[in-house]
């Protein structure tokens, strides 16, 4: 094969591109969808941070609120326990099946 047929063959190898800005678009995308998940994970980090402070605030929330006086009664201590362990489960159910590792870092 000489070099007046290899340059014809890759004459015929060239991919033409649907938009002349195609490339810049393209870029434009790519670093859009980068910035999208550097913001996703920093808001995943955010939501355990403040989900912590929420279950430490509600634990002791929950145990002062049955020392009140007037509020001996074991049903509504219980009722307030119960109350919070399943806000806690379902928080932290929703957390986990939210925070997929494999598309949330940057």
Known sequence: MNEEQFSKLM???RLKIPFSDFEERTMARIQREKEVKTASH???KL?????VLGAVIGALATG???RLPGMEGDTFGLFCKLAYVLL???GLHY???K?????TKP
């Open 99 to 103: 925070t997929d590792t494999s598309t």
């Open 11 to 13: 004459e015929h190898s």
């Open 47 to 51: 939501s355990w941070l403040f989900f």
């Open 42 to 44: 920093r808001y995943r």
């Open 64 to 66: 002062l609120v049955t």
């Open 88 to 90: 806690l489960v379902a």
């Open 95 to 97: 957390l986990v099946t």
